[in-house]
């Protein structure tokens, strides 16, 4: 439930503004004629979105602005006046706000300020969690090489407690002789809830020692010198083919809000991590591997959010590899080649699912956002040594050889080959696939408008390679998976 704030001294401009704002879902709004009143519950209180006049007698609402984002520094803040002036508006935006509206205004102008503030939060705050990700990742390919399991482990939790942040982490595993739970190792951040909870009992496990396959999530309050404060404990299932491995304990601790769902998706991701580093040390493969499946684990979180998509880095994987081996590639070239794509869609993570699946057409504004995967893929890898390879596949899979693609308009062979190549099929498993907008359609469909755009959307030679494999009867080996005929095919997938 997201909360909104209305600040402005004339009674019937609040309420004007509340009876606009009431076909808003799962809001909350507050409404102030009293702009100190409203700063003290600010501060008490959480808060997404404040909409508050900017003159108020002799109260300023680039106060109301400045006591917001010091508590709320995701917050979003609109201010209103009927006194505009350059100046003034130069300093609210330096300050911070997020639009500046002057009165009097349409009611529709307001919405859809408020409409695009909402939804420029929720990116922010899912890029917010995504750095947090990234930088995990980049920790565990800095130190994951030949790390033992306990170390990695220790890694794990340390992590948590400083990106999340959380107050208490710990790992403990199950002894599959006595289907007991043992701590590995644990961590407590410094600060002044360590007081608020015993270790201990947040090892004690829910229902004695019964974890199930899905996370189990206890939230309650307490009080700390006169304020009210909120408490989540997780525990995460550590999850391998079935079976639960051990348990990831996260304790969070937050004035205002229990845990959030980008830190849930995050604990998650390391929940994975610490689940694939002991499935490997159980059966002797080393730490690489384990990272590896981590980042399966979030180009998985991408196609989670895409409805339609799920299996498409599997089946896109096994569709190039065939084409692939056809250029002689060697194994080392492969491994790069499952990375990449595994990995190609990664950018996705940053569109927002209103975009992502959307039933209808894409207008030009939401295509440019779609657009803007690849460089998004790019910049959530960059820094990565290991993975310096596999950039091509993210960044110009949707090149075209005629150099009508995106992001860069390349042509011909100044697109990278793995580019190239990942376009014939990354297309031509799109075209079989259901999208939000369209229905898949059947093989020989497919292959008809891979020929048709051969040489201006794909590489001529690429396409000759894939035709034989077709006619090899190695394409549909990969593509037998009960697909049903279907019709309609758009070449454009994003």
């Known amino acids: 439930m997201r909360e909104i704030i209305i600040i402005d001294d004339e009674q019937y401009i609040g309420n004007i503004i509340r009876e606009a704002l009431s076909e808003f879902r799962d809001f909350r709004i507050h409404n102030f004629t009293d702009p100190a009143?409203?700063?003290?519950?600010?501060?008490?209180?959480?808060?997404?979105l404040v909409l508050t006049d900017l003159v108020m007698g002799n109260y300023s609402g680039v106060h109301i602005l400045e006591t917001t984002l010091a508590n709320h520094p995701d917050a979003i803040v609109i201010l209103m006046t009927g006194y505009p002036t350059v100046k003034t508006a130069i300093a609210v935006l330096k300050k911070g706000g997020y639009d500046y509206l002057i009165k009097p205004f349409k009611l529709e102008d307001l919405k859809s300020a408020i409409k695009r503030g909402l939804e420029h939060q929720s990116v922010r705050r899912e890029n917010v969690a995504l750095r947090s990700q990234i930088e995990l990742m980049k920790v565990a390919d800095a130190h994951g090489h030949g790390m033992k399991l306990h170390p990695f482990l220790k890694l794990i939790i340390d992590s948590t407690v400083k990106v999340i942040p959380a107050e208490f982490s710990a790992i403990l595993l199950r002894d599959r002789l006595t289907q007991k739970y043992n701590l590995q190792c644990s961590q407590m951040r410094e600060g002044e809830w360590s007081w608020s909870f015993s270790p201990n009992a947040a090892l004690?496990?829910?229902?004695?020692?019964k974890i199930g396959l899905e996370p189990t999530y206890i939230n309650d309050e307490f009080r700390f010198e006169e304020q009210q404060y909120k408490r989540s404990i997780i525990y995460y299932p550590l999850m391998s083919r079935g079976e639960t491995l051990g348990i990831l304990v996260v304790t969070y601790v937050d004035r205002f809000n229990h845990i959030s769902p980008g830190q849930l998706r995050l604990i998650s991701l390391l929940a994975a991590s610490a689940a694939n580093a002991v499935d490997s040390g159980r059966q002797e493969r080393n730490l690489r591997k384990s990272y590896l499946m981590t980042i399966r684990a979030l180009a998985n979180a991408v196609e989670a959010r895409d409805i339609c998509t799920a299996g498409h880095t599997d089946r896109v994987f096994?569709?190039?590899?065939?084409?692939?081996?056809?250029?002689?590639?060697?194994?080392?070239?492969?491994g790069y080649l499952k990375t990449g794509c595994i990995l190609h869609d990664i950018g996705k993570i940053g569109v927002p699912d209103a975009i992502l699946n959307k039933p209808g057409e894409l207008t030009a504004e939401e295509r440019k956002t779609m657009e803007k995967h690849p460089e998004l893929g790019m910049r959530i890898l960059a820094g990565?040594?290991?993975?310096?390879?596999?950039l091509p596949y993210i960044i110009s899979h949707h090149e075209r050889y005629d150099g009508k693609g995106y992001p860069y308009g390349l042509k011909g062979e100044d697109i990278p080959i793995e580019g190239r190549l990942l376009a014939v099929v990354d297309t031509f498993d799109a075209i079989l696939s259901n999208r939000p907008y369209r229905q898949g359609t059947d093989a020989e469909a497919a292959v008809a408008e891979i020929l048709k755009n051969r040489g201006t959307q794909f590489d001529p030679m690429l396409v000759d390679l894939f035709m034989e494999a077709y006619r090899e009867g190695k394409i549909a080996a990969v593509t037998s998976n009960g697909r049903e005929k279907r019709s309609a095919v758009s070449l454009n997938p994003v």
């Open 204 to 209: 004690k496990l829910p229902e004695g020692d």
């Open 37 to 48: 009143q409203a700063e003290d519950f600010i501060a008490k209180n959480g808060v997404d």
């Open 318 to 334: 096994r569709l190039v590899r065939v084409i692939a081996r056809k250029l002689g590639w060697d194994k080392e070239r492969l």
């Open 384 to 390: 990565i040594p290991s993975l310096e390879p596999v």
